[in-house]
């Protein structure tokens, strides 16, 4: 699985953490920035990281700020994205199963590492359900 990440100063370290932890787990990512936590326009590197999983350069994407909110609302101007702010592992499980969500948003100042590895590892392995859902799915990618 392919992996695109991007965070604001606010979600730097986050991003940082999160980055080692998909190495260790085999996956690939590439960073989008920022290369360092000085301040900087979360909307750059979220609609960086969304093209380019609309694109299909990226199986998945995720994007992390201070409240993950600024991220999520930019992902999800991009045609084809599915970016979902989780909070807890429940919220990542079903944004997966019933949403085919392609971007994961993370708020770095709302939880702590432990919580945003859990979260990112659910949302990982969770499988889409299709079915009934592709249906409800299909009417927001065709959206805009």
Same mark, same amino acid.
């Given at each position: 699985m392919k992996i695109a990440l991007g965070s604001d100063h606010a979600g730097w370290r986050l991003k940082e953490t999160i980055k080692g932890?998909?190495?260790a787990k085999g996956l690939t990512t590439v960073d989008f920035g920022p290369a360092? %936590?000085?301040?900087? #326009?979360y909307a750059e590197y979220a609609l960086k990281v969304a093209r380019?999983?609309? %694109?299909?350069?990226? #199986?998945?994407?995720?994007l992390i700020c201070g409240t993950g909110l600024g991220m999520s609302m930019a992902a999800n101007r991009i045609k084809g994205v599915r970016a979902a702010l989780c909070y807890n592992e429940y919220l990542a499980r079903m944004s997966?199963?019933?949403n085919n969500a392609n971007v994961?948003?993370?708020g770095e100042r709302v939880i702590g590492d432990?919580?945003?590895?859990?979260?990112?590892d659910v949302w990982l392995e969770a499988e889409y359900e299709g079915g009934r859902h592709q249906r409800r799915v299909d009417i927001f990618d065709q959206a805009s």
């Amino acid at each position: 699985m392919k992996i695109a990440l991007g965070s604001d100063h606010a979600g730097w370290r986050l991003k940082e953490t999160i980055k080692g932890h998909l190495t260790a787990k085999g996956l690939t990512t590439v960073d989008f920035g920022p290369a360092k %936590a000085e301040s900087c #326009d979360y909307a750059e590197y979220a609609l960086k990281v969304a093209r380019s999983v609309a %694109a299909g350069e990226f #199986d998945r994407g995720i994007l992390i700020c201070g409240t993950g909110l600024g991220m999520s609302m930019a992902a999800n101007r991009i045609k084809g994205v599915r970016a979902a702010l989780c909070y807890n592992e429940y919220l990542a499980r079903m944004s997966r199963a019933h949403n085919n969500a392609n971007v994961l948003c993370l708020g770095e100042r709302v939880i702590g590492d432990g919580l945003a590895l859990s979260i990112l590892d659910v949302w990982l392995e969770a499988e889409y359900e299709g079915g009934r859902h592709q249906r409800r799915v299909d009417i927001f990618d065709q959206a805009s």
